[in-house]
């Protein structure tokens, strides 16, 4: 059962399917175009989207608004550093302006960022700073059918290549923990040991994407010898104690509605960072949030540790992925933490990669049953797409195990008429993380093929 009990609740606006179908039109067949009152299960994202607990609305209105030197700070400063143990602690308003600030803080045109995937925004502030951003995921990861404990982990055998031929090149190592692009899937402490000892090696900065670390503490308590008795708190500081610092998006296992944070030893590192961050986003006490915010995330870094939380975080989505599983909906295996990834690229091989297939099935989903998921494969990462899926993420605290029921019969619902789908072109697209904002129409059966 859920671990918590429910005090405040929203309604749900019920659609027909003539309603989203015109909706969908409307928002050129893109998914993130949707008004959100169009949605009826809304799935595109864990990013903001959970439900704060009580203590979290509590611990705001103690919320500090002065604009240096807050005490609400001093508060969200003090619960990360309990966490990471990192000297340096630096908010912003979001993960992708932590990303930011220190790309453009560390990074030239033609250097070298490796990860196991980078995901979508940090790819692109990698580019767009004129840097290259290399995955180098174990080639499990490759094979969404596969199972295996640790697909997140880094290819020690391909970093090293790339550390000992291209070292002059490589800017930094970093690891998203879970990795997302790949499914969520989890990092072990083991690797993330080896990725600490080549960087010693070739002397190069190590940081953590950690927007997710809980769900990872958790897989690792979880999976790896010799962390069964340990606390996630305490397996989460062991895995930031191997890296020299990390950005965060707290709008994932911070348990907040907004904010992020840039945490390191390096003080001048964190120095720079802070004079690119008061050009950029505020005063380095408050970083672009409200005090609110900042004791928002201070509490919720608490409340994500916990052992009955994570249980059930982790346990709903197994359950989802179960139930797919066993109606032959082809997914990612295992299940991660945040998500259950539908492996497009399996359900509609009939459709090109060059007519987004993972758009296709999103896009059915949303018509047959207002359920709103998000593509992640070829029209978020274009070339350096891996795979071709479709993640329902799971908002934290939101949804009860019956609205992930009717999820599950929706998506088995599409499944079963998958081989009628067909693909879109795109009709307009920006320079950048073009999913976002990119608008299509639907490929005729006369295309050869859309580009």
């Not at 908010?91 to 990303?99: K, L, M, V, Y």
């Not at 094979?143 to 640790?150: K, N």
């Not at 590192?269 to 961050?277: D, F, Y």
């Not at 047959?368 to 992640?376: K, N, T, Y």
Request: charged share 20%; hydrophobic share 45%.
């Amino acid at each position: 059962m859920e671990p918590y009990r429910i005090k405040t609740v929203e309604p749900i606006r019920v659609t027909t399917r003539a309603q989203r179908e015109t909706a969908l039109r409307a928002a050129g067949y893109n998914v993130f175009l949707l008004h959100a009152d169009d949605v009826m299960i809304d799935l595109l994202t864990d990013s903001g989207t959970g439900a704060l607990s009580a203590a979290q609305w509590a611990a705001m209105m103690n919320g500090d608004e002065s604009y240096a030197g807050g005490r609400s700070f001093y508060r969200f400063r003090d619960a990360v550093h309990d966490l990471t143990r990192y000297e340096h602690i630096i908010p912003t308003h979001q993960g992708r302006a932590a990303e930011r600030i220190l790309f453009q803080t560390l990074l030239q045109p033609g250097d070298l960022v490796v990860n196991n995937i980078h995901f979508d925004t940090t790819r692109a502030n990698i580019e767009f700073v004129g840097a290259e951003a290399r995955d180098v995921v174990i080639r499990e990861a490759r094979v969404p059918s596969l199972s295996h404990p640790f697909k997140g982990n880094v290819d020690l055998e391909q970093l090293e290549r790339v550390l000992r031929d291209e070292g002059e090149r490589v800017a930094m190592v970093m690891v998203t923990i879970t990795n997302n692009s790949g499914g969520g899937q989890p990092v072990s402490m083991e690797n993330l040991r080896g990725v600490r000892a080549l960087c010693d090696r070739y002397g190069k900065r190590f940081f953590l994407d950690a927007c997710r670390f809980a769900e990872n503490a958790w897989f690792i308590r979880e999976r790896e010898a010799g962390f069964g008795e340990k606390s996630p708190k305490e397996i989460a500081r062991e895995m930031f104690a191997l890296a020299d610092g990390c950005l965060m998006s707290a709008k994932k296992d911070g348990l907040a509605n907004i904010g992020g944070f840039l945490a390191m030893n390096d003080a001048a590192l964190a120095e720079r960072c802070r004079g690119l961050l008061i050009l950029t986003e505020g005063f380095p006490t408050y970083g672009g949030l409200a005090g609110y915010d900042l004791e928002a995330i201070a509490q919720g870094l608490q409340e994500v540790v916990d052992v009955e939380y994570l249980r059930h975080r982790i346990g709903s989505i197994a359950r989802l992925a179960t139930q797919l599983t066993m109606a032959g909906v082809p997914i990612v295996q295992p299940p991660g933490g945040h998500a259950v990834y539908i492996d497009a690229g399996a359900l509609v091989p009939h459709i090109d990669r060059a007519e987004f297939p993972g758009l296709a099935v999103a896009n059915a989903l949303y018509i047959e049953s207002g359920v709103r998921a998000s593509e992640i494969g070829s029209l978020m990462f274009g070339s350096a797409a891996q795979l071709e899926l479709v993640r329902l993420a799971i908002p934290r605290r939101l949804y009860t195990e019956s609205h992930l029921d009717y999820v599950a019969n929706a998506v088995i619902h599409v499944a079963a008429e998958a081989a009628q789908l067909s693909g879109y072109r795109i009709t307009y697209a920006p320079q950048f993380l073009r999913h976002f904002s990119a608008r299509f129409e639907p490929c005729s059966a006369g295309f050869p093929a859309c580009v």
